[in-house]
Nanobody, 119 residues
């Protein structure tokens, strides 16, 4: 059974870079056909897809966040990471890592981690 766990600071100051890591257990992030994605939910709003990394290592980001988003992976640790630069309070959200089994269908979620952007 695949499990995902987010880790990283819960508080980030404005203009800094938010960095989160997702550790995957029970399955390799290099296994077809899965993509490993980041999704967030700001308070009082819906889910927002941020981007991800495919099983071949290809990375992508949602257009609205592309200029500030960097996603990478470390297959030796079975982890993938999110970096979001120049954060503002509008980036305050619960951040989830998840497994996309294809066509943006998420079949496994991490528990989520609250990140607050505040000085």
């Amino acid at each position: 059974q695949v499990q995902l766990q987010e880790s990283g600071p819960g508080l980030v100051k404005p203009s800094q870079t938010l960095s989160l890591t997702c550790t995957v257990s029970g399955g390799s992030i290099a296994t077809s056909p899965y993509h490993w994605v980041w999704i967030r939910q700001p308070p009082g709003k819906g889910l927002e897809w941020m981007g991800g990394v495919g099983y071949r290592g290809n990375t992508y980001a949602w257009p609205s966040l592309q200029s500030r988003t960097s996603i990478s992976r470390d297959t030796s640790k079975n982890q993938f990471t999110l970096q979001l630069s120049s954060v503002t309070p509008e980036d305050t959200a619960v951040y989830y890592c998840a497994r996309d089994s294809g066509n943006y269908f998420v079949d496994t979620w991490g528990q989520g981690t609250q990140v607050t952007v505040s000085s």
